[in-house]
């Protein structure tokens, strides 16, 4: 098992915000993770990564604990963030942004070409500053820069938030091809129809708790996925 | 000496001590841009730095001295940041600031007890009083080209270290969203030590090629440090090389102010346009409003 969390609680000061999670996600699979608002999503992928210490439970990478190590230490485990809002360094070049995300690579001249080939528009920008691209372009910049330090495993917050759904669609087909490079994927999304037709398995969060976990095919048919989060929209836009 | 000639001599020695506040201004944004903290003790590694190396210089040939004394106040800077502000991280900003504060006046007391209230001062690195040359009927004395020249070469080299090392980009992301560059893999806390490194060395080195002109005492860093915020927050802070033209525009206007003002006054001319800019233009002349500004505390 490439990620093991066992029994995770963590939270803000004295508030618990993740009470005792437990998932798994093998090599090779894309696992997604649905919840609303507040769902404590965004928590949990901050105690995985280290920017959160957790109060109980284990976090386990290749069977190794990695609850006690800082953040820095993430990607040297080959896991990589995409974190919420992009969190692109504004105020640097796309070229600079991508080259920092391969800090600790020693081919990251190389890896630059590679990321740029993955996506155009970033090559088409290379020379802008972060901060002056738009959303869906950020987003791509924030995937092409996780991707250069050359993660086994990638986690996901939320990338198609805020995004046209064109846009989101371009995302959600980029991390389907992130499988060509035999990166790994957990997904947190509130986008739970496009999450659940690319994942293989998912979890279903609600404050701090995962309350359904299965195939992604089971859920995806499963009433109360269907009523909480794909709404009756969701068919006028994905299909 | 006619006016012209005058006003190029009030001119120079304007540039020259306005490049020494470009210094500290670049030191005050180096260490604010890495770690939020305004460091009122940036003055002092100025001072350290002329202070060691004459003390060196005694019995070490002259550069030798000065390289040393440059390592040596580099490394205390960066044990400063290990000793105090690496551990005391949780607290406020505001509790730092005031720390970098109380700082400066344990090494100025500190100074004075290792060495004394005398006025010292390095030789000339080239050259002596005399050899002087006349530019436009103006002196202009070898050990200001040194100073000139040096305050140069660290512009330079600070332009290429930030913007093409990666070490450089990296403490850039650090500054600009350290989360980020946490999770990239970037040990933000040594980054942190290397901008008080960084700035303690570049300090260091001023005080010793401005030792020869301005002299070095042990209470010379209140006031450099001070005129350097000004110039940091005139230029706007958060840019070093905005830093450069504020430190050049607080010297020369402060050269000026000699020929208007008592010279007892010529202290009151930083003060005068620090206070002018946080009311006028707090993000200063070449910051964006919506970037940093002093406001901020
Ligand atoms: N820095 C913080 N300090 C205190 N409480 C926080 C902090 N960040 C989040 N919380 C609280 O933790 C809870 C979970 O927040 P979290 O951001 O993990 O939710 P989420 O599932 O990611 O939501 P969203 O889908 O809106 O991003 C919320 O109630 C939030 O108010
Ligand atoms: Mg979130």
Redesign the pocket.
Known sequence: MLLQVKNLRCG??S?E?VHGISLHVCPGEIVGLL??????????LKALVGLLRPWRGEILVNGRPVHNQPAWRCVSNAVALVP?GRQIFADMTVRENLLIGGYHNAYRRMDVEMVLERFPRLAERIHQLGGTLSGGEQQMLALGRALMARPKMLLLD?PSMGLAPMMAKEVFAEIVKLKDLGVTVFLVE?NAAATLAIADRAYVMETGEIILEGEAAELMHNAAVKRAYLGKGYKEIWE | MGQSDLILQYFLSGITKGSIYAVVAIGFNLIYSATGILNFAQGEFVMLGGMVAVSLAFFLPLPVAVAAAVVFVALLGGLLELVFFRRLRRHSILHLVIITIGLSIIIQEAALHVWDEKVRSLPYFTGNEISSMHLFGAAVSPQVLWVLGTVAVIVVFLHVFLKYTMRGRAMRACSSNPDAALLAGINIANMRTLSFVLSAGLGAMAGCVISPITLTHYEMGSGLAIKGFSAAILGGLGNPMAAVLGGLLVGVLEAFSVSVLPAAYTDVTAFAILLLVLFVRPHGLLGTPAGESVREF
């Open positions: 803000y000061g508030l915000v919840g609303g608002n507040g769902a404590g999503k965004t928590t949990l919420e939320e509130q």
